[in-house]
């Protein structure tokens, strides 16, 4: 490859310049992590590249007669940014903002691109510089005068670009009409895929607001019995009071476990809503703490786990159902799995129960 004098003076800046670079490089991504971490942003993906000196060798051969000096060359340095989801570009592209300095005169969203076959090169492209406010060294004025560029995508459209690139596809060689056609038709697939994964992730999330207001409001009956509402439900911490009482007991410290574990226990008991679980907290909470007594007398145990009063309210509430032993054995089957303990313990609760009257 050969180049002009003008040319080959850039790529000497370049060669100078690399250490600088480097520093940048590194700057931008310690200082992008760092704000993901802080703001709870997860991406997918968070590289960088230093334009090696052939790409650069080939970029001025095309183009050499647009740069000036080095300086003129904005994507030396290059930075992506990978999102899950085509809306969390706009989340992040917001906190690259308020971190540097943005070239608003040469960066561009390609995002608004309309031909169907540019799905992959939809990318929201930001060339930026290093605040003062930021960063300085004295020795190197240059840190916050050189520009870099910063790219963000979704996911699918990251993965769409590397296919295209890896098919050649964007090249000098002329595709037929019928691979183009069918490459434009896979791209319309594709951006409509990463349009509906973000709007059933926002339909989810609403979802899970409007399930966490309802528990809140304390209107159970209109909740249904599922994972995420018996979560939020137990973040109402609503076995605390019996929990208490048992550890009290032995004076014992509780430990706090996941009660999780019971979802499928209260599914298999027929429960269908959160007002279904409340209402055996109420008419079980007697019977589960005089269940505690009988189990805690003269053990000595000085440690309670937290989930006790719900167990004990599962336990209680079968016997009052009136599946009796039976029906104690398979609830321990479902916490614990088929061991042979678990005859003995359901034969044993069983005969405690009977003592307080609860068969």
Known sequence: ???????????????????????????VLEKLRTCF????????????????????????????????TVDDITDIVGVRIITFFSDDVDIVSALVEKMFEIDWANSVDKRKMLEIDRFG????HYICRLPQSMCTDPAAPELNQVRFEIQMRSTLQHVWANMQHDMGYKTDVEIPAEYQRNMSRLAGMLELADEQFSRIRREITDYRRNVQSLVASGNFDEV?????????????????????????INQAEMYEDSMMPYYNVLMHMGMKTIGDVERMRVDCSDGAYQLALIQLAGTGLDIVAYSVALQNLCIVQILKQGFGQAGLERLFIALYGETAYNTQRAARIFEQAKKINLI
């Open 1 to 27: 490859m050969k180049l002009d004098m003008h040319c080959e003076m850039i790529l000497d800046e370049y060669r100078e310049r690399l250490p600088l670079f480097e520093q940048i490089k590194n700057l």
């Open 37 to 68: 971490k802080e703001n709870n942003v997860v991406v997918a993906g968070l590289e960088a590249r230093i334009k090696t000196e052939k790409s650069l060798a080939g970029k001025l051969e095309l183009k050499g007669y647009k740069y000036r």
């Open 121 to 124: 090169y939809m990318s929201l």
């Open 224 to 248: 249904h019995l599922n994972g995420d509402t018996f979560r939020s439900y137990c973040e109402l911490k609503p076995f605390q009071r019996l929990a208490n009482k048992i550890a009290a």
